[in-house]
């Protein structure tokens, strides 16, 4: 149970966000999960604690692809807690080809990208997630009456992921690196092309255009994540937002909130209160 989140409402807490971990903790009042699970257990278990949540409270973990920073807890994590694990098929056989020790096979659901499945209070959209590894996805969270999404690791912004998260209530955005800063800095080559390619992360500028459109289109919260410590700046990727969404008219904090998930510490948790004017299960029901 958390406290403080109306019913149906939707609070998401970055744990840790960047290319040295990530987890994001999703809630309603009465359904917990974790987005990825990166870094190791004894950090994962640190932050939730901050967050006033104990591991064994959580529902589920959603892993989005094999990446290191976003599995790297789980193994120990998953032996120690025993918590059900959702994850794509290729992103199964990457979990199973790094644990040291298998865990329950019980805790294993494997999901399909497209198709909505439910966990407690959650009904969840996965989508696939164009990167340089198989089965990579976000997901999107829906309750009666708000929704949030999470889409990071993307080479780029696809119509596909663009129609997945439109309309959400809050998103957690991609806003890997600064092109010049990337460019110009100290990596090889042949890294530069791999993060700047079709299949690696999403630079402010095309964040930037993102969150201006999605902000069009009635999302009003947004958090930048993943950031790269090398080549990228929280203010360098806030300032490339802010400038796109100024372009189009948009006022901060009167027709959106941005704010910059934290690299290596919780963040402050973001409440997107549900609204009746939104019906998103019965859409589906329907
Ligand atoms: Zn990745
Ligand atoms: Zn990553």
Not at 112 to 120: C, E, L, N, P, Y
Not at 270 to 276: G, I, K, P, R, T
Request: hydrophobic share 35%.
């Amino acid at each position: 149970m958390r406290e403080g989140i109306r019913p149906h409402s939707i609070e998401i807490m970055p744990l840790f966000s960047g290319s040295s971990g990530n987890s994001i903790l999703v809630s309603t009042s009465d359904t917990m999960v974790l987005v990825d699970a990166g870094m190791n257990c004894k950090k994962v278990v640190e932050a939730l604690s901050i967050a006033g949540v104990e591991p064994t409270e959580l529902s589920a973990i959603l892993i989005t692809h094999d990446h290191t920073d976003h599995i790297g807890a789980l193994d120990v994590f998953t032996r120690k807690f025993g918590i059900p694990i959702f994850a794509t098929s290729h992103t199964w056989e990457g979990i199973h080809s790094v644990e040291k020790k298998p865990h329950d096979a019980q805790l294993d659901h494997e999901i399909m990208t497209g198709t909505r499945f439910a966990i407690g209070q959650f009904e969840v959209l996965a989508f696939d997630t164009p990167h340089d590894t198989s089965g990579s996805c976000g997901y999107r969270f829906f309750t009666e009456s708000c929704s949030a999404a999470i889409a990071t690791d993307m080479g780029t912004m696809t119509p596909e992921i663009f129609d997945s998260i439109k309309g959400s209530d809050g998103i957690l955005l991609e806003a890997n690196y600064d092109r010049d800063m990337l460019w110009n800095g100290e990596y090889p080559y042949i890294l530069k092309r791999r993060i700047d390619g079709q299949y690696g992360h999403l630079c402010n500028d095309d964040c930037a255009h993102a969150v201006a459109q999605l902000c069009k289109t009635g999302t009003r919260h947004f958090i930048l994540g993943h950031l790269s410590k090398e080549n990228n700046l929280p203010q360098v990727a806030e300032r490339t937002v802010l400038r796109a969404l100024l372009e189009e008219d948009l006022v901060r904090d009167k027709d959106f909130t941005l704010r910059i998930a934290n690299r290596y510490t919780p963040t402050a948790p973001l409440l997107l209160e549900a609204s009746d004017e939104k019906i998103y299960l019965q859409e589906v029901v329907g």
